[in-house]
């Protein structure tokens, strides 16, 4: 049975003759594709009309039917959660099943009933509930059918669900409310803590006196949120009618939630307060700092607020999240690659080693395992960073404070005088660090350093515009290691992928050059939160400078011929190359590579970059 398929023809938004037609498009596709993804494919059907049609027809459906139908799960999974609830003798609703068991996500399974059945969704729980409409129930009423009245609208009442296709609760609010109301769609625990709130007997006073612990509750239940998820950064949107919070995961910005519009100053005031900032400013952009201590542990956060049209845009970077600090060996480089950077670069005497990327590709993690393989009693290692992420014992540390003028440039003035083996400069931002790195290399000095650019080659590039000499490069540079993180695929749900011929001519590839590669992709899960992806793997573009390379540097050869130079004269493999391999090992995804890599120049064969990467 497809409930909304027979929906569509009862409501003559379809023919007979198309469903017979896409039926037998959709028995010969290769990929199991459900009926409604066909129809709305060959365009027999809109998104906007199969939305209209759910809503007006009030009709009872099953949740796991129609997600099999969306291709949010597959039929495997629904019968898993059917055969669970029929055990169980149909105590629990089948989407609470489904959550449990891992087979869906809450905020995957809200977002597919709002956007694909046009349920609005809404936050109970921070909304102001009419107290005659609640009153018209007992509280166990509402806990039963995990429901909540919101308030009066010209067209009904507007209705909160957990599950708004659920039969029994449909049947037991139109009793309550009569046949006019408007259903929404909630979350179970947000419902239940509404309903909470509301049973205070004088709900106005309650409300009164509860909406800044509400708030207080809300900012500390995005923060466990976003730490429980593993998520780097906390954006928080205001919009025309609404507040967005998204999560950076994996480097990938996910929708999280949506709350009303009238909390986000209220919000915003209390993450100002942690942060000792002034409140009362809301014109000008403005930045801080504060610990947020829970049961696990606790975290230190970076925060921005940014002044838009629509009110103050905040956003939280987490940091000292990382507990475990990773040798030079498990980051990712692979075994060629790794034992020429060790010998070559990590074990030379002096010299400067650049890690460069873009923020947030790892450049930190990548400089700490340097640091701890080289770290040993008879070796002074000191840094000037900002902030210190990772406490390692027996090495000089310092925290970058403007605040209190503990500034770069000071620190870099005194941190020569500390008679130093090995010095640390969290970041080259400018010309007086390049100089400082490039002068305490030509005095013997061991520097390690991060910088912003794009591959190995524009490291050296940004060098020779901020202005040092040519030659001064050409003496002290010994190793730039470009870096990325690209998400990893979840290995809970990985499936063999063949690439298309798109794929190919986008990568630049014949069929030829990928011989015994072994691509998969991820199908999505509960594991991942159904993006297919979990973890990150490191990708490296590693470049020794040679005879040839200095060479050509002292030259000042164009960026294309120093590329050239050192892919054939020092064996560099490029980003994009190195990703292409990672992908073939099954590690990644032809996506993620073509999404985060820059593409330079055309990749060489596989079977080549594999003799390179791993003898």
């Not at 030079?328 to 650049?354: C, H, M, N, W």
């Amino acid at each position: 049975t497809n409930p909304i398929v027979d929906l569509l023809l009862q409501e003559k938004l379809l023919a007979p003759k198309q469903v017979d037609y896409a039926t037998r498009v959709q028995s010969k596709l290769e990929t199991p594709r459900s009926l409604l993804e066909v129809l709305k494919e060959l365009k027999l059907i809109a998104d906007d009309e199969i939305k209209q049609a759910v809503k007006d027809s009030r009709v009872p459906m099953c949740i796991g039917t129609i997600l099999v139908e969306l291709g949010y799960i597959k039929p495997d999974d629904l019968q898993r959660a059917l055969h669970i609830q029929a055990g169980e003798g149909n105590r629990r609703k089948l989407g609470e099943i489904l959550l449990e068991q891992c087979l869906i996500d809450e905020q995957v399974l809200l977002d597919a009933l709002s956007s694909q059945m046009g349920f609005s969704q809404i936050e109970p729980e921070f909304t102001e509930i009419d107290p005659k409409l609640f009153s018209r129930a007992p509280a166990k009423w509402y806990e039963n059918h995990d429901v909540i009245p919101v308030q009066k609208q010209d067209d009904g009442v507007l209705i909160a669900f957990a599950d708004p296709l659920d039969g029994q609760d449909i049947d037991a609010v139109k009793q309550v409310f009569g046949d006019k109301y408007i259903p929404a769609i909630a979350r179970k625990s947000a419902i239940r803590r509404a309903v909470n709130r509301c049973q205070s007997a004088d709900l106005k006073k309650e409300l009164s006196a509860s909406d800044e612990n509400a708030i207080i509750r809300l900012a500390d239940e995005l923060l466990l949120a976003a730490v429980e998820r593993d998520a780097s950064d906390i954006h928080l949107e205001p919009l025309k009618d609404q507040m967005r919070v998204r999560f950076r995961q994996d480097g990938v910005l996910i929708h999280f939630q949506d709350f009303p519009a009238k909390i986000m100053p209220a919000l915003t005031n209390r993450i100002k307060v942690l942060c000792e900032v002034d409140i009362t400013e809301k014109r000008r952009h403005q930045g801080g700092r504060f610990q947020f201590d829970y049961p696990g542990g606790h975290i230190d956060l970076r925060v921005s607020f940014f002044v838009t049209v629509h009110g103050e845009k905040v956003v939280m970077r987490l940091l000292n999240r990382k507990s475990v600090l990773l040798d030079i060996e498990d980051i990712g480089l692979s075994q060629k690659i790794l034992t020429r950077f060790k010998q070559d670069a990590l074990y030379f005497p002096s010299g400067v080693i650049i890690i460069t990327g873009p923020t947030g590709s790892g450049k930190t993690t990548t400089v700490y395992g340097c640091i701890n393989h080289i770290n040993d009693p008879q070796t002074s290692i000191i840094t000037a960073e900002e902030p210190v992420e990772y406490i390692i014992d027996g090495i000089a540390q310092c925290s970058i404070n403007p605040k209190i003028n503990l500034t770069f440039e000071e620190t870099l003035r005194h941190i020569v005088r500390q008679d130093p083996d090995v010095i640390v400069i969290g970041e080259i931002r400018d010309s007086f660090s390049a100089e400082v790195a490039v002068q305490a290399a030509l005095t013997g000095h061991k520097v390690l350093t991060t910088f912003h650019t794009e591959d190995s080659i524009g490291g050296l590039v940004r060098l020779l515009n901020m202005n040092i000499e040519a030659f001064l490069i050409s003496s002290t540079v010994v190793s730039v290691l470009a870096q990325r993180l690209l998400r990893r695929i979840c290995p809970h749900c990985a499936t063999t992928y063949k690439p298309t011929p798109a794929d190919l001519q986008r990568i630049g590839y014949v069929p030829d050059d990928i011989r015994k590669a072994e691509f998969r992709k991820g199908a999505g899960c509960g594991h991942c939160q159904y993006t297919g992806y979990k973890g990150r793997v490191g990708i490296f573009e590693m470049l020794i400078l040679d005879e040839r390379v200095r060479s050509a540097i002292n030259e000042q050869k164009t960026t294309q011929d120093l590329r050239r130079i050192s892919t054939e004269s020092t064996g560099l493999v490029t980003l994009l190359e190195d990703g292409l391999v990672k992908a073939a090992a099954g590690l990644t995804s032809i996506d993620e590579v073509l999404r985060s890599l820059p593409r330079l120049q055309k990749p060489r064969p596989m079977p080549e970059l594999k003799r390179l990467l791993e003898g």
